[in-house]
């Protein structure tokens, strides 16, 4: 039952929207979380296509 527990607490602590990068709140990071396993917003994602460094 904890490891039920443990799982579903990961779950919602990943999708609180908020940017690994640049801290802001956005939706576009729980899409970009479930399409390329990176929580990162929309802006992030573009700056990181064109300057990968």
Do not use: Q
């Amino acid at each position: 039952m904890t490891k039920e527990n443990s799982i579903n607490d990961y779950t919602e602590e990943s999708l609180d929207d908020l940017c690994e990068e640049c801290k802001k709140s956005d939706e576009s990071v729980a899409h970009n979380l479930i399409l390329t396993g990176f929580k990162i917003c929309k802006s992030c994602r573009v700056s990181k296509t064109i300057f990968p460094i």
